[in-house]
Structure formats: structure tokens, C-alpha cells
């Protein structure tokens, strides 16, 4: 008989003292380098329908030191904070041994999630950010909005932030929260944008809003938002011009603002410049001229989970005020 094990169950709060900006932008890194370099599987996420939003699943697993596969079900409800006081993104990773199959952690998943889709940003944006960027523009202030802001400051040289909400209490509540930068909420996206070296989009819109007279040559884009067909941020015009780098082009092809790109015919496919793997492991370049807009497609991958969820178990295991758990063995 095999043995009962226990399996450690994380809050958010718990993730949240365990793991430190370093930590998650080492984590995305890990994950994009292990698919790279064929250690890493993330099969296409699947989609389920709610009454106001959406489920969505991803898995994916990676070999390090033992393979660890994750499984995420996220919720993604855009009036749960309006209309019931819950967070947009909810859910649980299972994080399990890739070689017997056990449970190893249940994790909340907000915090990964939220840190998780920063980080990549700031990846992103290592090689394809001019590296004196010194202004922002982050248009969606909610709490993806804040973590993409913190994630990029540690590593550009950001000065001034620029916020730019629908709901213009919402940026002014984020500007006020702002510490060691200058912070201003704008009216007009246009001029916001045309002033702005970096542009970080983390709306739920489902009609494009920014297009190709509002970015200045130079800048670099993060598309944020567009997690699912029906989200879209950026405009097909816009994409075309900008060279883009997906987190994993075929999914971006298929749910991200790529996919509105192909749809309407502005691009195609062999037109996108690289995966962030490639970036990664160095088989692409990242920015080469100042002039260059660069757009990063980002709809999230299970990379990322997996990736961060392993270091989350490692920090995690022989604290104290972690809850483990018996199962029972099956």
C-alpha cells in the first residue's frame, strides 16, 4: 500500500510572502527557456462559458529537477467586483509530480495569475523595451494594472506614469497609491500614448481602442487583455505596423489580438516576429533600432504556471503556517 503523503495547501496571502519580484520574473524565464529547449509541454487552454464570464483551463508541465505538471482553472467575471464585492480572476493550480502522479499543492491561483502575467511583461520587455524608457502609459487600473507597473519598474528606468481607466476613480485611486514615481491619471489616450515610451494595455475591452497614429516610433506595447476570441485591445492597423512577439504564437493566433490581426487580413501568420521562448534562448533578436514599435501579445500561458508553482512549492516546503493535507492514497 502505498503510503498517505501530505499536500500543501497555499492561500494567496501564503504565495504572497513566499515569493518576491525576482522570484517571479526567474519563474516565467524558466518556463519560456525549459519550451525552448523542448522540457516543457503546454497543451492549448480550453474554455468554458458562465453566466457573465468565462472559465478558463491550462496545463502544462516542466522538467527541472523532477518534472512537475500544473493544472489552472481560472474564473474571469468582469462585474464581480462591481456587482458582488469578488475579485475578476479566481481559481486553484494543481500542482502534481510529473513522475507518480501525486498531489503535491493546491494553490490559490489570484496571486500567481496576477504576478505570473507581470512578470512576462517585464521579460518582454528586457529585450524589447528601449532600455531608457523613463515614461508609462497603463491603461486599466485595476489590480493587473498595478502588478504590470511594480513588475516593470524593476527594470526600466521608469519616471512618470500615466493612468488611463474607463473608470477614471479607479486610475485616480492607483495614481494615489504610487510611490517613488511621478503619477498622473489622463483623459486623452491619444496624447497619453503619444507621449509614453511604454504602453501596457490590461483592459476586459472586446472593441480595439488603441491604434497606429497614437504610438510613437520607439515604443514598446504590452497587449494584456485580450485573453479570450472575444477581448480585443489593439487595433488590426496597429499590429501590422509594430513588430510582434506572442508569449506562445499559436494560441496568440487563436484568442489573442493577433487573432483579430489575421481575421481581418491585416497580417499573417510568418509575419509575426518571434514566440518569447525564442527571445529567450536567443534564437531571435529582441529590439535592434530605436525606431522600432514592438508589441508583446500576451494571453498566458500554463508555462508560466507550472514554472512558478514549482518555486512557490520549494519556498513553501518546511515553513511553518503552511497547511498540508492528507488525501489518502488512492
Given at each position: 500500500?502505498?503510503?498517505?503523503v501530505?499536500?500543501?495547501?497555499?492561500?494567496?496571502?501564503?504565495?504572497?510572502?513566499?515569493?518576491?519580484?525576482?522570484?517571479w520574473?526567474?519563474?516565467?524565464?524558466?518556463?519560456?527557456?525549459?519550451?525552448?529547449?523542448?522540457?516543457?509541454?503546454?497543451?492549448?487552454?480550453?474554455?468554458?462559458?458562465?453566466?457573465?464570464?468565462?472559465?478558463?483551463?491550462?496545463?502544462?508541465?516542466?522538467?527541472?529537477?523532477?518534472?512537475?505538471?500544473?493544472?489552472?482553472l481560472n474564473?474571469?467575471?468582469p462585474?464581480?467586483?462591481?456587482?458582488?464585492?469578488?475579485?475578476?480572476?479566481?481559481?486553484?493550480?494543481?500542482?502534481?509530480?510529473?513522475?507518480?502522479?501525486?498531489?503535491?499543492?493546491?494553490?490559490?491561483?489570484?496571486?500567481?495569475?496576477?504576478?505570473?502575467?507581470?512578470?512576462?511583461?517585464?521579460?518582454?520587455?528586457?529585450?524589447?523595451?528601449?532600455?531608457?524608457?523613463?515614461?508609462?502609459?497603463?491603461?486599466?487600473?485595476?489590480?493587473?494594472?498595478?502588478?504590470?507597473?511594480a513588475?516593470l519598474?524593476?527594470?526600466?528606468?521608469?519616471?512618470?506614469?500615466?493612468?488611463?481607466?474607463?473608470?477614471?476613480?479607479?486610475?485616480?485611486?492607483?495614481?494615489?497609491?504610487?510611490?517613488?514615481l511621478?503619477?498622473?491619471?489622463?483623459?486623452?489616450?491619444?496624447?497619453?500614448?503619444?507621449?509614453?515610451?511604454?504602453?501596457?494595455?490590461?483592459?476586459?475591452?472586446?472593441?480595439?481602442?488603441?491604434?497606429?497614429?497614437?504610438?510613437?516610433?520607439?515604443?514598446?506595447?504590452?497587449?494584456?487583455?485580450?485573453?479570450?476570441?472575444?477581448?480585443?485591445e489593439?487595433?488590426?492597423?496597429?499590429?501590422?505596423?509594430?513588430r510582434?512577439?506572442a508569449d506562445?504564437?499559436?494560441?496568440?493566433?487563436?484568442?489573442?489580438d493577433?487573432?483579430?490581426?489575421?481575421?481581418?487580413?491585416?497580417?499573417?501568420?510568418?509575419?509575426?516576429?518571434?514566440?518569447?521562448?525564442?527571445?529567450?534562448?536567443?534564437?531571435?533578436p529582441?529590439?535592434?533600432?530605436?525606431?522600432?514599435?514592438?508589441?508583446?501579445?500576451?494571453?498566458?500561458?500554463?508555462?508560466?504556471?507550472?514554472?512558478?508553482?514549482?518555486?512557490?512549492?520549494?519556498?513553501?516546503?518546511?515553513?511553518?503556517?503552511?497547511?498540508?493535507?492528507?488525501?489518502?492514497?488512492?
Open positions: 500500500m502505498i503510503p498517505e501530505g499536500t500543501l495547501v497555499l492561500t494567496r496571502r501564503d504565495i504572497a510572502g513566499l515569493m518576491d519580484p525576482d522570484d520574473l526567474t519563474a516565467v524565464e524558466t518556463g519560456f527557456r525549459a519550451s525552448a529547449e523542448g522540457r516543457a509541454e503546454a497543451p492549448p487552454p480550453m474554455q468554458i462559458g458562465g453566466l457573465g464570464g468565462a472559465f478558463h483551463a491550462k496545463g502544462a508541465s516542466l522538467l527541472g529537477d523532477r518534472l512537475h505538471v500544473a493544472l489552472k474564473s474571469n467575471f462585474a464581480n467586483p462591481d456587482r458582488f464585492g469578488l475579485p475578476t480572476i479566481q481559481g486553484a493550480i494543481l500542482l502534481c509530480d510529473g513522475e507518480t502522479g501525486r498531489l503535491l499543492a493546491i494553490l490559490d491561483s489570484i496571486e500567481v495569475t496576477l504576478r505570473r502575467t507581470a512578470a512576462a511583461t517585464a521579460l518582454a520587455a528586457r529585450f524589447l523595451a528601449r532600455p531608457d524608457s523613463a515614461t508609462i502609459l497603463v491603461c486599466g487600473c485595476g489590480e493587473q494594472g498595478a502588478a504590470q507597473l513588475a519598474r524593476t527594470i526600466l528606468p521608469l519616471r512618470h506614469v500615466r493612468l488611463w481607466d474607463r473608470d477614471r476613480d479607479r486610475a485616480a485611486a492607483l495614481a494615489r497609491s504610487v510611490e517613488g511621478e503619477a498622473e491619471t489622463v483623459d486623452d489616450l491619444a496624447l497619453a500614448a503619444g507621449r509614453s515610451d511604454v504602453i501596457v494595455t490590461c483592459t476586459t475591452a472586446r472593441a480595439p481602442f488603441l491604434g497606429p497614429e497614437m504610438v510613437r516610433p520607439g515604443a514598446f506595447i504590452a497587449a494584456v487583455g485580450a485573453d479570450s476570441p472575444e477581448k480585443s489593439i487595433r488590426p492597423e496597429l499590429m501590422a505596423r509594430a510582434i512577439v506562445v504564437v499559436d494560441q496568440c493566433a487563436r484568442m489573442g493577433l487573432h483579430h490581426a489575421l481575421a481581418a487580413g491585416a497580417m499573417r501568420l510568418g509575419d509575426v516576429h518571434a514566440g518569447l521562448a525564442e527571445l529567450v534562448a536567443g534564437t531571435r529582441g529590439r535592434t533600432r530605436d525606431s522600432e514599435i514592438f508589441l508583446f501579445d500576451s494571453t498566458g500561458t500554463a508555462l508560466q504556471d507550472v514554472a512558478a508553482a514549482s518555486i512557490v512549492l520549494e519556498r513553501a516546503q518546511g515553513r511553518k503556517g503552511i497547511l498540508s493535507v492528507s488525501l489518502g492514497a488512492l
